[in-house]
């Protein structure tokens, strides 16, 4: 594929029309807006809690931190366009924030499928050996897994940046909800089919390939946990697969549902396809704090500490 020799340069700002044809945008932007603002507090008090307390700083715990700045990053690249648009109704997007955007939201993207990865390796060596687990999965090698996940991603985001950067926006009005990779390129008046090949591979490499190992790898726990005698212990663990499918399943449902539809010959129309972008970007950053927050005893231990260290005192009115 030959890239078409322009920058995009004469190309100030993008409109966002993904919302024009639906009604209560002022409902619809306020809704966003709080689980905008509710994933924003899961992930920051994950952070703050793991980041602060010394006793949290071990693999796992820097595993949740990792995907709670994976998530603020995921849903932000999307959602202050969404309430933008909504509440303030400014349709407008810079052609270098637009950009930005789709980078951030892309990274975002497989960097959060690579978290996804590392934390069912995670659990998986944990409950298969647990006696090696310490040496196994040091701090120093999950911060090196997590390093080289965002460089994995960085690297094949780039690239699509780059792809999209080289495009002729001639009418540049995009008719989804935010900026992302394939809302830019049909905004080109170019053929959009060619410049679909690198950002198909991705899709593939993250479905077809990084799925299957996450599902294997919650399934070999599985079958280590039926051969435990202990059945206190197998029904914490099988409460810790099923925490930790939820996430995974808030991820790729969207994803799959696209895919499988369109593989079938179901064309989805632009308010299906603008609802499951949606849907993908508040859904799962919403889901992973409280799951990890909820779900686990030590961090929920911490959270409760401080509140009961500094309680609301009433009013002397």
């Known amino acids: 594929m030959s890239l078409v020799n322009f920058s995009g340069q004469n190309v100030v700002e993008f409109t966002i029309t993904g919302f024009d044809h639906l009604p209560y945008h002022k409902l619809m932007g306020t809704v966003i807006l709080l689980a905008y603002c509710l994933a924003l507090l899961g992930s920051t008090t994950n952070i703050c809690v793991i980041s602060t307390d010394r006793r949290l700083h071990r693999p796992m715990y820097l595993l949740i931190c990792n995907l709670a700045l994976v998530d603020i990053m995921f849903t932000t690249s999307a959602s202050t366009t969404m309430i933008s648009v909504l509440l303030a109704g400014d349709k407008?997007?810079?052609?270098?924030?637009?950009?930005?955007?789709?980078?951030?939201?892309?990274?975002?993207?497989?960097?959060?499928?690579?978290a996804l990865s590392l934390m069912a390796l995670d659990r998986t060596v944990a409950i298969s050996e647990p006696l090696r687990y310490a040496t196994i999965l040091t701090n120093q090698r999950v911060f090196l897994l997590i390093v080289v996940s965002w460089l994995l991603g960085i690297g094949c985001i780039g690239k699509l940046a780059y792809i999209a950067d080289q495009l002729p926006y001639c009418q540049p009005v995009i008719k989804y909800v935010f900026c992302d990779y394939a809302a830019i390129t049909r905004a080109a008046c170019v053929d959009p089919e060619p410049y679909w090949f690198e950002s198909s591979i991705i899709s593939l490499w993250l479905i077809a390939g990084q799925l299957p190992l996450i599902l294997l790898s919650y399934g070999k726990l599985v079958f280590t946990v039926l051969r435990?005698?202990?059945?206190?212990?197998?029904?914490?663990?099988?409460?810790?697969?099923?925490?930790?499918?939820?996430?995974?399943?808030?991820?790729?449902?969207?994803k799959l549902v696209s895919v499988?539809?369109?593989?079938?010959?179901?064309?989805?129309?632009?308010?299906?396809?603008?609802?499951?972008?949606?849907?993908?970007?508040?859904?799962?950053?919403?889901?992973?704090p409280s799951v990890y927050c909820l779900q686990n005893k030590e961090i929920r231990g911490v959270v409760l500490r401080i509140f009961r260290r500094n309680p609301v005192l009433p009013s002397k009115d």
């Open 228 to 254: 435990l005698p202990s059945t206190e212990k197998g029904g914490r663990t099988f409460r810790t697969v099923i925490c930790h499918l939820i996430p995974i399943f808030s991820f790729y449902a969207p």
């Open 260 to 288: 499988l539809l369109t593989r079938v010959g179901v064309r989805l129309y632009l308010t299906a396809r603008n609802a499951l972008q949606i849907i993908s970007t508040l859904v799962p950053p919403l889901i992973n």
């Open 92 to 114: 407008t997007v810079s052609y270098n924030s637009c950009l930005s955007r789709v980078f951030i939201h892309h990274l975002g993207d497989v960097t959060q499928c690579l």
